[in-house]
Structure formats: C-alpha cells, structure tokens
C-alpha cells in the first residue's frame, strides 16, 4: 500500500495509557511526509507486533500526530496491513447502516475487552508515509480497526463510547489484569500465567 517500507526495522516504545493528556486531545495533521515520519511509524509497527495488536495510533506512542498503522483482517479473513495520515472515516447511512456488536479491546487499557456496537463496513482515506493518497475499506474487524485508530486520533477512546455501567465494567476488568502488564510494556513483557494460553 505504500511506496516505502516502514513495517520493519523499528524500535518497540511503552504504549500510553487511558489518563495520559496524549490520549485524550485532538493530533496535529502530518505535514511533512519525512525521514523522521517514517521512523516514527517503523516504531509503531514494532511496537503494535510486540503488544500482538491490530492497530495502534501515534498518540499511543505518546505523539500527538495523525497518523495510524494497522495489520488486521477483514470478514473475509484476508489481512491488511498499512499506515494512514491525516485519516477521514466514512461510514454508512440510512438503510445501508449496519451496527455490529462485537467484543473491543484497547492495547492503552490492555487486559480488557467488552462489547461495543458499530458500523459493519467503514472507509478510510488519508496519505500513506510519502504523501500519496491512500484509500482501505474494511468490514468484520478492519472496520472496528479503522475507526478505533481514527477515534484515537480525534482524541476519543473506545470507553468515551459505552455507557456508564459499561465503562465501570471495562475499567475493573482492566484492573483485574493490571499487574500482568509492566508500566513500559510491550518494551518489558507481559506477565503470563504458567497455564495461560497465548491471546489471538
């Protein structure tokens, strides 16, 4: 999807976490599509594949940038992998309007999941990291996954979009796993344990 090759050759950084002023602002657009963009999103391939997530945005790694890289599968079972600058979702209206309910995890609230409701197909436009004009369309998973990472790009988080009884849930279900998860995690590994399978 893009011209140059970014999904390698990165280092891994500690993921923010829900609370952090980075999680919670609006990013500033890319505007120089340079040596030091490329870096940065090297580093959050390595650091999304560390943290063995789908997505993960600047603001995770604690830049306040608008950009975001993925490696996720659709419906179909096909992956998806890229980086998307300056993003804009559209998503259905009206009768084409499908929600889908689905369980919904963040790697900066790592350890808990819980069921959020949204559109079954979104489209995601934007720049890849040489300024070239990039377009994904995504169902099933790639489209919770483009409109996570772009909500984290607007300054939302996933929990800003359940219901008061459901983020209480969330937030005890993350605390519950807290302690399995180091402050600078994925740099230092997550505690497993002996008789814990590996996550999907």
């Not at 340079?34 to 580093?43: M, P, T």
């Not at 650091?47 to 830049?63: D, R």
């Not at 004009?133 to 790639?142: D, K």
């Not at 402050?183 to 399978?197: F, K």
Request: hydrophobic share 35%; glycine share 8%.
């Amino acid at each position: 999807m893009t011209t140059t090759d970014v999904t390698t050759g990165g280092t891994v950084l500690p993921i923010a976490r829900w609370g952090e002023p980075v999680m919670h602002a609006r990013t500033r657009p890319v505007t120089e599509f340079d040596d030091r963009l490329k870096a940065l999103v090297a580093d959050m391939f390595a650091t999304m594949y560390a943290a063995e997530g789908v997505g993960l945005a600047a603001t995770q790694v604690g830049v306040d940038l608008a950009v975001f890289v993925f490696d996720c599968p659709d419906d179909d079972h096909v992956r998806h992998s890229g980086v998307i600058c300056n993003p804009v979702v559209e998503l259905p209206e009206g009768k084409d309007r499908q929600l889908e309910a689905a369980d919904e995890g963040c790697l900066s609230l790592p350890g808990a999941y819980i069921e959020l409701a949204r559109p079954d197909h979104a489209v995601c436009r934007g720049q890849d990291v040489d300024g070239h004009p990039v377009e994904v369309s995504g169902t099933g998973l790639l489209s919770r996954c483009l409109q996570h990472e772009t909500d984290h790009l607007n300054g939302t988080v996933f929990g800003d979009r359940l219901s008061g009884r459901a983020r209480k849930k969330l937030y005890r279900l993350h605390e519950d796993r807290a302690e399995d998860y180091p402050d600078d995690w994925p740099v230092s590994p997550r505690v497993r344990d002996e008789d814990e399978d590996d996550e999907d």
